[in-house]
């Protein structure tokens, strides 16, 4: 992020000029929720009572992390009852003290990973404040009488979403990364055929086909979409694994054999980090590839926003399909984000090209 002088004193501030305008964003938002708390509006989803009102400002609502038997990770939600507005104020003052007690250094790590941390609090906030969906469904679809889909709430369906994504991720990444790196070394390098060829069909087998293959040999639930998740997101972890390591320049190879290093040392200090920037975009591209695909399995007994979009589809109830489509889309974005925070951090200094 680049900063300018000028800028700095006519704020009087020794500010970077995009962290001030994140803090006026932060604020900004906090003054707009403060004055909606005020503003009633009706409720319209069937499940609440006649006459019902609330508002559009939300609470903070905080993500939980827990171990499960059945899904591993047991991902949930909870609301903290502070109102939103308060933790918008908040995140400003953080980005603003973030910014000023390390003006004098170039931040890299912090700041991005705090405003990825903040901007997905606010989306998870957003995403538990049921009035808010129940206000947008209803003015796409104003003559529906069921808006919220009955059985759960947004954020609830969002958590098992993530719980595909987390769990399907780590075991993609893991043996992607493994696959890749293995068949570049010089004793495995024939095998490369044949692991491109197995990475391919799993992006060439439609992902539902995988999860109807996969019902009747390990059941309706969790692991069957995990199974198709892991197959149609390997592709992007071993292709770039495989092309940012064989674009390493083999006179640098040759150059740190000369110093000495082992193999290892090579892989280690070397190889992985020149390639970690197109490790990263593959491993970030998997990743949003399975929050779009984890919908698939509700279909398989797995929960996440693909239950309302499958049971609106049968149910002819098209406010409950985008009550399932546009958080899957949102989170998605969000990843993204999240993701390239993270790319940038762990990108080392000498390969970024833009900070």
């Not at 004098?104 to 998870?124: C, D, G, H, S, V």
């Not at 696959?179 to 060439?204: A, K, W, Y």
């Not at 049968?314 to 989170?331: E, H, R, T």
């Amino acid at each position: 992020m680049t900063t300018t002088a000028s800028t700095d004193k006519q704020q009087g501030f020794n500010l970077p000029t995009g962290v001030t305008v994140v803090s006026l964003i932060w604020a900004a938002l906090a003054a707009l929720l403060f004055i909606l708390q005020f503003i009633p509006i009706p409720l319209n989803d069937e499940r609440f009572e006649e006459g019902a009102t609330a508002t559009l400002s939300p609470d903070l609502w905080l993500p939980t992390l827990g171990l499960d038997g059945n899904t591993i990770i047991d991902v949930g939600a909870v609301d903290s009852l502070i109102p939103f507005w308060i933790a918008a104020l908040v995140f400003a003052a953080g980005d603003i003290a973030l910014a000023y007690y390390r003006r004098e250094q170039e931040e890299k790590l912090l700041r991005p990973l705090y405003r990825a941390l903040t901007i997905f609090l606010a989306f998870w906030s957003f995403f538990g404040h049921l009035p808010l969906w129940d206000a947008l469904l209803h003015g796409i679809f104003p003559r529906s009488p069921q808006l919220l889909y009955p059985r759960t709430t947004v954020v609830s369906l969002t958590a098992q979403h993530l719980e595909l994504v987390i769990v399907s991720s780590i075991i993609t990444i893991s043996i992607g990364l493994a696959l890749g790196i293995m068949v570049t070394r010089d004793q495995f390098r024939e095998f490369l055929p044949l692991v491109s060829d197995l990475v391919n069909s799993g992006q060439t087998v439609p992902t539902l086909a995988i999860v109807a293959i996969m019902v009747p040999i390990v059941g309706l639930g969790f692991w069957p979409a995990i199974v198709a998740l892991i197959l149609y997101g390997m592709l992007p972890v071993v292709r770039n694994t495989i092309a940012g390591i064989e674009a390493v320049d083999s006179f640098i190879i040759d150059s740190a054999r000369g110093m000495g290093l082992t193999r290892q040392q090579i892989l280690w200090q070397i190889e992985l980090p020149i390639a970690s920037t197109i490790i990263l975009a593959g491993i970030r591209t998997s990743v949003v590839i399975n929050v779009g695909t984890a919908a698939l399995g509700a279909y398989a007994g797995s929960g996440g926003l693909g239950v309302p979009i499958a049971g609106g589809l049968s149910q002819q109830i098209y406010a409950f399909v985008l009550l399932g489509a546009l958080p899957a889309a949102l989170l998605a974005i969000l990843i993204d984000y999240v993701l390239e925070r993270i790319e940038f951090v762990l990108t080392p200094k000498g390969l970024q090209i833009a900070g």
